[in-house]
């Protein structure tokens, strides 16, 4: 579904913007420019600094007055998928059992394929320049990252505990055809379903294939309290302690949640390296808890930022995700202080990077660096007051005012694939239309079929 538009010129330079590169203490440009040459970061400073670089004058220039300028951000827990709106306010078991289950059950290649053209492009049109994505059938969803335009970090969902799942067999293959995609954009991990779909075996096996590929691991843990108190009863362990056991935690693994995490939990994610996805917005939606994300950055883990899925959040809304972050924080704590905005855009740019282990090419907007870059319009009524020098309150903005429909252009690579709120890589009335067929498809295939579909719900959930 791409376009015949292309993405254009890849060397530009962006004038006059409020840039706020998210590297240093609180580094802001204010009026800046970011000047990039072949997609790449070649200057980025106040207006005149970058003005005096010599390609300055003879490139394309873009004017960014009363515009932010700030690094992509990057959906460091995302699943694609086509159930949004569909099965609210259930308790887990019945949510698993019913819907999301049997949903995998009846899932298709070419239905998955729709969902992540779906979601890429949704993400990308909000800013996000990077995903992290736990799907089905991936090769598709390499496909729609590849045409949407967008960074893509593939992680599939395995299993073997039940048989409706992405297996390491699957995963495999994806790695040996998509370990490194798109000229690097698009790359792929090995993803684990919950602890309670796979075998402790299984996750020695993941965890030997993501060092035969030299690559990362994604999954889910510690979302709910339930979830701790089953894993103590059965492994004697909770569930960090047992991944550690198990052999998965390292500095290229992803977890997504980790709400219920102990001090000595924290202590060994931030030891082996891995990192923590927060998904604040899913987390009060499936009322699984607040994390303590203060404390975890506090104690040097890397924390980045995530939606979850269409069907726990119901949107993919990097902006919103960080005002749920900021908020959840205060709230959980009774302390206004906490979730402050820096900390906030941290999470979803640089720490995000980080996270992927892509920050020598992203995260920031630093010379040399890839040009993956956001600019969000500050004209709508609901930024009045903009206010510069000692009242700057930009980044209160973005993390309590913006949302996606703020965001003006997108570029990845230097590649131009937003235009004034427009996606140029991509037809969007076609994903559109791809993804309401799909998702027709996939409920008529998911009511086909009979009876109750084994999952943990089935075994585990309705025991406690
Ligand atoms: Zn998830």
Redesign the pocket.
Known sequence: MPTDKGAGETTFLLEGGIVLPMEGDRVTYDPGSVLVLDGIIAAVGSVSDVAAHPASASVETIDATNRVLLPGFHNC?L?SGLLRGTAESLALWEWLENHIDPAHRAMTPEIAKAASYMAYTEGLMGGTTSVLD?WRFMEGSAQAAEDVGIRATLAPYTADRYDYFETLETNRRLLETHRVAADGRVRSWVGLEHIFYCSPEMFRNAAALAEEFDTGIHT?SSESIWEVQECLRQFGRRPIEEFYNRGILGENTVI??GVWLDDREVQLLVQTGSSVTH?PC?NMKLSSGPARVGFYRDQGMTVALGT??EK?NNNLDMLEEMKFASLLQKVSSLDPTVGDPWDILDMATRSGAEALGLDDATGTLEVGKDADIVMVDLGALHFVPVLHGSNFNVPAHLVFSASSHDVSDVWVRGAHLVEDGEVISVDVASIASNAQAAAEDLFERRAALKGSTPSPATDLGKNQ
């Open positions: 827990h699943h736990m889910h997504a949640h998904c899913s979850d899925g726990e």
